[in-house]
T-cell receptor, first 111, second 113 residues
Framework: DADVTQTPRNRITKTGKRIMLECSQT?????MYWYRQDPGLGLRLIYY???????NKGEISDGYSVSRQAQAKFSLSLESAIPNQTALYFC??????????FGPGTRLTVT | QKEVEQDPGPLSVPEGAIVSLNCTYS??????FMWYRQYSRKGPELLMY????GNKEDGRFTAQVDKSSKYISLFIRDSQPSDSATYLC?????????????FGEGTQLTVNP
């Protein structure tokens, strides 16, 4: 089984809709991250969490919110989706040694 | 100006060629350097992890860091079609997971049989 899983893998939604992307991990890492990946822009950090009570904004957090429900679960919400949030979204964990492990990604399309 | 610059390619080489992938950076505090490989429709996977300047070899892959020039490279020897992927460099100032990684844009590589 994959160490970092994401659901859904693909999602098409309309402008203005609320959407939640979920991430679960079995690696036992405290650190979890949400990134988006866009052509020409690479991976950009949206939010990160060092533990259940510690949530931090990344470089592009506007329009997004997160919830760390447990050590193993970290979800990303788009309160009111807009077309420029169309992207590939990755969840990741990071070990104490600094190695980062990514999930398979969620392809989100906002029409 | 981006903190990390990486030529996006695409780069196309014949099977068996030596491939050189490169990144430059501007933040002199970066000390930990990583290379990730990302296959189409998959998440990035860690390929190489190096500290400070020098070389690190793992099979057909060699990672090289030149901090004086703020330049890192990944060499792939005897390239195979299975090496076709996007390669992303990443770096951080501190080893612990409390530091944030800064990624390059990624270089798309195709190895032709």
């Amino acid at each position: 089984d994959a160490d970092v899983t994401q659901t859904p893998r693909n999602r098409i939604t309309k402008t203005g809709k609320r959407i939640m992307l979920e991430c679960s991990q079995t690696k036992g890492h405290d650190r979890m991250y949400w990134y988006r990946q866009d052509p020409g822009l690479g991976l950009r950090l949206i939010y990160y969490s060092f533990d259940v009570k510690d949530i931090n904004k990344g470089e592009i957090s506007d329009g997004y919110s997160v919830s760390r429900q447990a050590q193993a679960k970290f979800s990303l919400s788009l309160e009111s989706a807009i077309p420029n949030q169309t992207a590939l979204y990755f969840c990741a964990t990071r070990s104490l040694a600094g190695e980062q492990y990514f999930g398979p990604g969620t392809r989100l399309t906002v029409t | 100006q981006k903190e990390v610059e990486q030529d996006p390619g695409p780069l196309s080489v014949p099977e068996g060629a030596i491939v050189s992938l490169n990144c430059t950076y501007s933040n002199s505090a970066f000390q930990y350097f990583m290379w990730y490989r990302q296959y189409s429709r998959k998440g990035p996977e860690l390929l190489m992890y190096t500290y400070s300047s020098g070389n690190k070899e793992d099979g057909r892959f060699t990672a090289q860091v030149d901090k004086s020039s703020k330049y890192i490279s990944l060499f792939i020897r005897d390239s195979q079609p299975s090496d076709s992927a996007t390669y992303l460099c990443a770096m951080s100032a501190v080893k612990t997971s409390g530091s944030r990684l800064t990624f390059g844009e990624g270089t798309q590589l195709t190895v032709n049989p």
